[in-house]
């Protein structure tokens, strides 16, 4: 059996593809890296954003157009929250929920053999320690913990994911350890937000990141996206976990609006200056520290007051990168209820907080140049050359290299998203 393996979304969701394909290796499948070779296609969705339910369904659509003889299996978060939809345009497909990557040879085989197979629903099996095939053989990711505690008003991830399930840290640290033996160069930590992890089992992810940090080898570790206001009940911890030279010098941590009435109105349970108040003693203390944050713009309640907040905020705090989403109804969100702000209105906010992002990223950016960074090159570039991650995760193209390795890089160029050597 060939199988193809097409992925959406976060790197949550690669490990979830990672596992799958790991999974059927095992049962001696053949991952295959095209469609046209394959006997089976998995599309592994995402559901977080309106524009990303778009191409997946559309992409769908096209899968049974151009390759109706092929299977065709449905997995990710699409399962979970909209499986009408998925019936409509796929009625044909087998499915395989979020919680149920185990269970994906079962799936195939069924498919394989003419029979239609869905396996959905919500289950608290661990992912961590499952066979993975890594799509980057340099790059390990690990799932610490599954769902989340919070109830943001406009997502509908978290009806997929469900409530938060922090995985075993001695878990954790074995995969690491032994990816690490595999050659892996670096540890990406992944969860819907991995400052929750261990809320529920006496754990924290301040200790997990030093527990791995202990871990012996030349590699990074990158911890991926932090709600602030789990942040705040160990800041200080953090802070020093990031000290370690092991630990990429990079904060992912969603402000959403810089409004508080709006954050209020999100239900995200942070307040402005809160979240200024961790980027501060995160600077305070490592000073070359990157900051990546999200923005929504146009919540139903964001007027242009809040707007204003909005992008007073980000002249104010001036994060490294900035993602933009445009507010768009989810299936099931309890903001989805409230009148949407007009097209126009959003497009136009949407621009201006384009250009403050690109503004703030260039001179940023800028900055480095003529400096010499240590970079670790994690993959050959699309266009040519190698892609670099220095210590703080700004990315590098560089021209010649060894993927896997790390060496001093002089920054020649610089542009709003990327630097050049």
């Not at 979830?16 to 599309?43: P, T």
């Not at 992912?252 to 109105?265: E, F, R, W």
């Not at 309890?334 to 992002?357: G, N, Y």
Request: hydrophobic share 35%; net charge neutral.
């Amino acid at each position: 059996m060939k199988v193809y393996i097409e992925t959406f979304g976060c790197t949550f969701n690669q490990a979830d593809s990672q596992i799958m394909a790991g999974m059927l290796l095992e049962k001696n499948a053949n991952i295959v890296n095209s469609i046209e070779e394959s006997d089976l296609v998995i599309v592994n969705t995402c559901y977080v954003k309106h524009p990303t339910e778009h191409k997946v369904i559309n992409r769908i659509k096209k899968i049974q157009q151009d390759f109706p003889d092929k299977k065709l299996i449905i997995s990710g978060c699409m399962v979970e929250i909209e499986p009408s939809k998925l019936e409509q345009i796929a009625p044909g497909a087998g499915w395989i929920g979020p919680h149920q990557v185990k269970k994906t040879f079962e799936v195939v085989k069924s498919m394989s053999e003419g029979k239609i197979s869905r396996i959905s629903g919500f289950s608290r099996e661990e992912k961590v320690g499952l066979p993975k095939m890594r799509f980057n053989p340099h790059i390990h990711i690990i799932q610490i913990c599954e769902g989340c505690m919070g109830a943001c008003t406009y997502c509908c991830t978290r009806f997929a994911r469900g409530g938060l399930q922090s995985y075993p840290l001695d878990l954790i640290k074995e995969e690491a350890r032994q990816a690490l033996k595999d050659g892996c160069v670096e540890i990406q930590l992944t969860a819907q937000d991995t400052a929750a992890y261990g809320n529920e089992i006496g754990e924290s992810l301040s200790h997990l990141i030093r527990e791995i940090s202990s871990l012996d080898g030349d590699f990074r570790i990158r911890v991926g996206m932090m709600h602030p206001k789990n942040m705040l009940n160990d800041i200080l911890g953090l802070v020093e976990a990031f000290k370690s030279e092991k630990v990429y010098k990079f904060l992912h941590i969603p402000i959403q609006s810089g409004n508080d009435q709006v954050l209020d109105d999100m239900r995200r349970g942070h307040t402005v200056d809160e979240f200024k108040e961790i980027i501060n003693v995160f600077r305070k203390h490592i000073p070359e520290i990157s900051i990546a944050t999200d923005i929504i713009v146009g919540y139903p309640t964001e007027n242009e007051i809040a707007f204003d907040d909005t992008c007073a905020l980000l002249k104010d705090v001036k994060p490294n990168f900035i993602h933009l989403s445009k507010y768009k109804h989810r299936y099931g969100a309890e903001s989805s209820s409230m009148d949407e702000i007009p097209h126009k209105e959003l497009k136009r906010r949407s621009k201006l907080i384009e250009s403050i992002k690109s503004e703030i990223t260039q001179k940023d950016n800028l900055k480095l140049v003529g400096t010499t960074q240590e970079i670790l090159i994690v993959e050959k570039g699309k266009k040519g050359g190698f892609i670099g991650r220095t210590n703080s995760y700004m990315p590098v193209v560089v021209q010649k290299g060894i993927v896997g390795s790390f060496s001093n890089t002089l920054i020649k160029e610089a542009t709003s998203t990327y630097l050049k050597s």
